[in-house]
């Protein structure tokens, strides 16, 4: 077990699961996940919600089992190694309306930040807007944790708190096993066309959800995490991971015939830059003063982290909002040739993302001696 520890703290270690989280992802792509989505935790929640009928956009509802992985995944490694610890108890409303913000940046995007580097890896030029939206998000971030601003700290509580969220999934995982049927025309919903209708079978994506979720919880894996680190502390351990995923999931694109460099007309994307943009800055803000990105997220919701799960559910809660009131962004259309983004409410949604978020910074700052 220490040698095991000691590996995944490496530099080495976390390369790897970088490595081989973009080995993954461009293979789900290749069993059927939508383009440059082989992973997406943002799009794969939203999907999700729409399944479970919180929303209705009828193109983009499926159960994920992707996401089931993640999170029992982690379960699984903090129960082996006797990191599984229920805690709760820091600003969760905070964190709650700082998840949906989140959500409908990603969903102006068209992407969280794991999916921003896939749709780079596999020649998707918008993504370069986004992941310097991203980096800005970010930095706010920073500057508000150097002034001070901080939820609190989580408690110690009891042990069926933490459990709440990785029960959830298993329901999840059941659901999308035996399919029922609640009532004529409800839930479970699933997608006949559009992004929603293009998956990978369920065990392949399960067990892939559960690999990353194993070697990411060890890792400490997050998105966010390694532009966070390098500003805040220039500490370059989880950006090298961040790199060994790029790096790798550009080479498998390459081998398996799905890199296709431009900008207009890229899979479940538009080219909108400014709301690229500004949708990744208010989610780069979100996930900074959350403190991890949503797959980190998940994997803290795994481990027992109460926190994090409401954080979670606060993202699928941003997800039936964003369709449901139109605040996502619609892809470029091909064949007339028109550029996508989002509707004035979406534009609208994250203007007042990015004000919410600049409030709690300021609101919720600490004086330290």
Not at 25 to 41: D, E, T
Not at 176 to 202: D, H, R
Not at 243 to 260: H, P, R, Y
Request: aromatic share 10%.
């Amino acid at each position: 077990m220490a040698s095991a520890t000691r590996f995944f703290a490496s530099r080495l270690g976390i390369v790897i699961v970088g490595a081989v989280i973009g080995i993954l992802a461009p293979l789900l792509q290749k069993l059927g996940n939508p383009g440059n989505m082989g992973i997406c935790v943002a799009c794969f929640e939203r999907d999700i919600a729409g399944a479970l009928g919180l929303h209705r956009a009828a193109v983009v509802q499926y159960l994920r089992p992707e996401i089931f992985g993640f999170v029992l995944g982690a379960t699984l490694a903090a129960l082996l190694f006797k990191e599984f610890k229920a805690r709760t108890g820091s600003a969760p409303i905070a964190r709650f309306f700082l998840g949906i913000f989140a959500m409908v940046g990603a969903l102006v995007f068209l992407g969280c930040p794991w999916r921003a580097l896939f749709r780079l890896a596999g020649g998707d030029l918008n993504a370069v807007v986004g992941l310097i939206g991203l980096a800005v998000g970010v930095s706010m971030g920073v500057w508000f944790m150097r002034s001070g601003y901080n939820l609190g700290r989580s408690r110690p509580t009891h042990a069926a708190v933490g459990w709440i969220v990785p029960s959830l999934m298993v329901f999840f995982l059941l659901l999308a096993i035996f399919k029922p049927s609640f009532s004529e025309g409800g839930p479970i919903f699933t997608s006949e066309a559009g992004p929603g209708s293009q998956y990978a079978p369920l065990i392949i994506s399960l067990l892939a959800g559960l690999t990353i979720g194993i070697l990411a919880q060890r890792t400490r894996f997050c998105t966010m995490g390694s532009v966070r680190d390098v500003i805040l502390m220039r500490d370059t351990h989880l950006v090298s991971g961040v790199v060994g995923l790029l790096v790798v999931a550009f080479v498998m694109n390459l081998i398996l015939g799905q890199f296709s460099p431009g900008v207009f007309g890229q899979p479940v994307a538009h080219s909108n830059h400014l709301w690229n943009f500004l949708g990744m800055v208010l989610a780069g803000l979100a996930f900074a003063l959350a403190g991890g990105c949503p797959g980190r997220q998940l994997f803290m919701s795994g481990e027992g982290d109460g926190d994090a799960g409401v954080f979670v559910l606060g993202m699928f809660t941003g997800a039936a909002f964003a369709h449901n009131f139109n605040l996502a962004a619609r892809p470029d259309n091909v064949a007339t040739g028109t550029v996508g983004g989002p509707s004035p409410w979406g534009m609208a949604a994250v203007i007042v993302g990015l004000l919410v978020c600049v409030v709690l910074g300021f609101a919720m700052r600490e004086k330290y001696e």
